[in-house]
């Protein structure tokens, strides 16, 4: 026989303009959808805490506060959470809740050096929390999400630095090229504009065929998003494939060019993490693969750094 005990207290956690802000969708661990509120680096957080006690009952506390809380919750040996923001404000000192209390709460230009995500082995979550301090029994607590966008987070001197190394002399950008090749069998040149894109940009290239003495069946292109967690010996990696569609069927002749152009737009994309407060990475590929008529493959992969731009 299981015995349930009801909290004695009802805490709702409301965000100022959260019927008119920007949402999310996003998956949670158990499959289901649900729709967050989207902010920014450096924006405020605020809103109101309203407290009901249940059944008319009067209800002793040792204080209430309201934290806005950054954690980073990794999955390796066992579940580990690491907190890399942390702001509270006390919202009441020790009383007696007798009849709903309603409390305003603003943590103002609160900085999110990181972006939001949810892995397979990795999360990083920020969420307002409530608690309720009692006496003689535990903590009454309640959470409510954020999910935070990192805009531009790549355009910085990083990526100036990389497009820079993409420029010619005369300052023609020049493409980045992906070889895969046998020797005396098979070359062939798969050949894109640049290696950062936006989470809505197109990739634009083309595959060559320079050498062919292979009976290729049928090409595939892909995009695999890598999650590494942890550090070695102890470290986790773990690989999806985002999409996958087939380019060509049927063998190729020396000479002959395929034109590429994937949207990136219609996919469910992360941006690229490097290594997050030292927790977890995030890197996304594109993976060229060749089948030849006794089923061998043949592969080559290249990273893409992705970013989101609004």
């Not at 999360?123 to 805009?151: A, G, H, M, N, P």
């Not at 065929?209 to 999650?227: A, D, N, P, Q, T």
């Not at 994309?269 to 995030?282: A, H, Q, W």
């Not at 693969?289 to 750094?305: G, H, M, N, P, T």
């Amino acid at each position: 026989m299981s015995i349930f005990f009801k909290a004695p207290l009802d805490i709702e956690i409301r965000l100022d303009n959260e019927q008119s802000r920007k949402t999310i969708d996003v998956k949670t661990p158990q499959g289901r959808l649900e729709k967050l509120p989207v902010y920014q680096d450096g924006e405020s957080v605020k809103g109101s805490i309203t407290i009901r006690t249940r059944d008319g009952k009067k209800v002793d506390h040792m204080g209430i506060k309201v934290q806005l809380l950054g954690v980073i919750e990794t999955n390796t040996d066992s579940l580990i959470s690491n907190e890399f923001l942390s702001l509270a404000t006390e919202l009441a000192s020790p009383s007696q809740l007798t009849h709903p209390e309603t409390y305003p709460f603003e943590f103002k230009n609160v900085e999110k050096q990181y972006e939001s995500y949810r892995g397979k082995n990795a999360r990083l979550r920020y969420f307002i929390k409530v608690i309720v301090s009692r006496k003689s029994s535990s903590e009454i607590t309640r959470e409510k999400e954020l999910w935070v966008f990192q805009y531009n987070s790549l355009s910085n001197s990083s990526e100036s630095s990389q497009n820079s190394s993409q420029l010619s002399k005369n300052n023609i950008p020049t493409t980045v090229k992906m070889d895969v090749g046998i020797e005396d069998c098979l070359h062939i040149e798969f050949e894109y504009l640049k290696s950062r894109f936006s989470l809505k940009d197109v990739i634009v290239g083309r595959i060559f065929f320079l050498l062919v003495r292979l009976k290729i069946k049928h090409m595939e292109l892909s995009l695999i998003k890598r999650e590494t967690v942890g550090l070695p010996p102890n470290q986790i990696t773990d690989s999806e494939t985002l999409v996958r569609f087939e380019i060509m069927d049927g063998a190729p002749v020396k000479g002959e060019t395929i034109p590429i152009r994937l949207f990136l737009g219609g996919f469910d994309l992360t941006p690229t993490y490097r290594d997050v407060n030292k927790k977890f990475s995030t890197r996304t590929y594109l993976s060229l693969v060749l089948i030849d008529e006794d089923a061998r493959r043949y592969f080559k992969q290249s990273e893409i750094i992705l970013y989101r731009d609004q």
